[in-house]
């Protein structure tokens, strides 16, 4: 059960990757024309990377789970892959400066949202798979937003103490 539990954090990101396909089909369907991004998976990541800043193995978390949502939504690797670990290795690096408050952890949690929607954005359009307007990224970027406010205050508490208590392939945990 302790081998188990430094593994809680990659069980977590891995249930909240096909949360984020289900919530999407399911507001796509209730709400009709609005295209939200419920990316849940960047909640937990931004959460992660700003509570566990030390622990480079969430980098790499973050590239497997990366791998795995590449293979699974976009059918090709290299987005997520890319964005992932990198939205992670950012947030670790600027959460010495962040204060552990709950308003500043979503600022931060939206600041990554738009990075990596813009990034998606990016790549697609260079790849040639979309060609969108300006309103209807500013109208998508908007509603995805309220989304991600909306989830995340919905889940904090819980994935807070997810993470706190135990955090990914610590050492500290496994006893000898």
């Known amino acids: 059960m302790v081998q188990l539990k430094r593994w809680y954090i990659a069980i977590a990101l ?33 959460l992660i990377a700003l509570s566990d800043a030390h622990n480079i193995a969430n980098v790499w978390l973050c590239l ?21 670990p990198l939205l992670c290795y950012c947030v670790q690096k600027i959460a010495k400066y962040i204060p552990e408050l709950f ?23 260079i ?17 995805s937003l309220v989304m991600c406010i909306i989830l995340y205050i919905l889940s904090y508490n819980l994935l807070l103490k997810l993470i706190v208590k135990y955090p990914f392939l610590n050492l500290s945990l496994i006893h000898i």
């Open 103 to 125: 308003i500043t952890r979503l600022l931060v949690c939206l600041l990554g949202y738009i990075g990596v929607y813009l990034y998606l954005l990016l790549v697609l359009n």
């Open 64 to 84: 497997v789970v990366g791998l795995v949502y590449d293979i699974y939504y976009v059918g090709v690797i290299g987005i997520y892959i890319v964005a992932f």
């Open 14 to 46: 891995f249930f909240t990757m096909v949360l984020d396909g289900v919530l999407s089909q399911t507001f796509t369907r209730f709400f009709g024309n609005m295209n939200v991004a419920c990316w849940l998976s960047i909640i937990l990541i931004t």
């Open 127 to 143: 790849i040639g798979i979309i060609d969108i307007s300006l309103f209807a990224i500013m109208r998508q970027l908007v509603e």
